[in-house]
């Protein structure tokens, strides 16, 4: 339906032209809040957003897209869902935080989908030029210093207390995340999430083994989740009901199999 390497292309260059001539060269009024000091966006997001959206559209006739800012400014955008067209999915910066500091956590993701099906997802990450990508059916690659190789399932230790996990930090109060890591200790260790375009290639790469956030936003999962589920990996929402595109509600938790969901609701999220 889409050739993965064009859509890689189209990210490279707008990464180029749009996100890193901003990068470590904001000025101060080129970051607002959203909805709080901890939810921002630059002149690059929206300038990197507009950009993508315009240049994906063109790929497929009667495709539709959906983007963290063009959902900020008009949320009815999110019915596109339900349109029975491809759908676009665009986080043109995630991490801006990061990026607003001059960090290099960040990542650009996009995902096609169509109703509920997750055909394609990209990661790229523009300080280093890391990409990873994938189409449903076909796996998932890893593109660094031009070397491109086919990852492989990531093999999961045998040994439960060997498990990594990676705990989301947003909509999820110091309390409950203290109470999630004393019950881990039975079930493997739980580090703190970076962002979701960082946390997605280490799942992919074996890295970490599972994930458990509260904020599920499309735009920070649908492309990763594109990936993990081509791996093998599956994903719920945290009473076990399906995740689905355009849901923000119930949590998100992503394994290597029914089970370890299953290990995870019971030993974890009850």
């Keep these: ?6 859509v890689a292309r189209i990210m490279r260059e707008v990464a180029a032209e749009e996100i890193m001539p901003r990068w470590r060269n904001l000025a ?19 300038a990197a957003e507009e950009h993508l959206s315009r240049r994906l559209a063109e790929l497929i006739v ?63 990450a523009p300080s280093s030029g890391e990409l ?3 189409e449903r059916g076909s796996g998932v690659w890893r593109v660094h ?9 990531p ?50 790469s074996g890295g970490a083994h599972f994930a458990i956030y509260n904020k599920s936003e499309p735009w920070d999962h649908l492309p990763g989740l594109a990936l993990a589920s081509e791996l093998g990996f599956v994903y719920a929402k945290h009473d076990g009901s399906a995740y689905r595109p355009g849901d923000n509600t119930g949590g998100l938790v992503i394994a290597p199999s029914e089970d370890v969901i299953a290990e995870i609701r019971r030993l974890l999220l009850a």
């Design 155 to 204: 093999s999961i230790p045998i040994v439960q207390k060997a498990l990594i996990g990676l705990l989301g930090r947003r909509n999820m109060s110091d309390a409950r995340r203290a109470e999630i890591k004393s019950q881990a200790e039975a079930f493997g260790a739980l580090q703190n999430v970076s962002c979701a375009g960082m946390d997605y290639p280490r799942l992919l």
């Design 28 to 46: 101060g009024t080129d970051v607002v809040e959203k909805n709080g000091p901890n939810d921002i966006v630059t002149v690059a997001d929206r």
């Design 132 to 134: 990873h990508m994938g």
């Design 145 to 153: 210093h031009d070397e491109t190789e086919r990852l492989p399932r």
């Design 1 to 6: 339906m889409i050739e993965i390497e064009r």
């Design 62 to 124: 009667g495709s539709r897209v959906i983007g963290e800012e063009g959902v900020h400014a008009d949320a009815s955008v999110m019915q596109h869902f339900t349109s029975g067209d491809p759908v676009w999915v665009i986080d043109p910066i995630d991490g801006t935080s990061a990026f607003a500091k001059g960090e290099s956590g960040f990542a650009v993701m996009v995902a096609l989908v169509r109703g509920e099906e997750l055909i394609a997802g990209w990661i790229l």
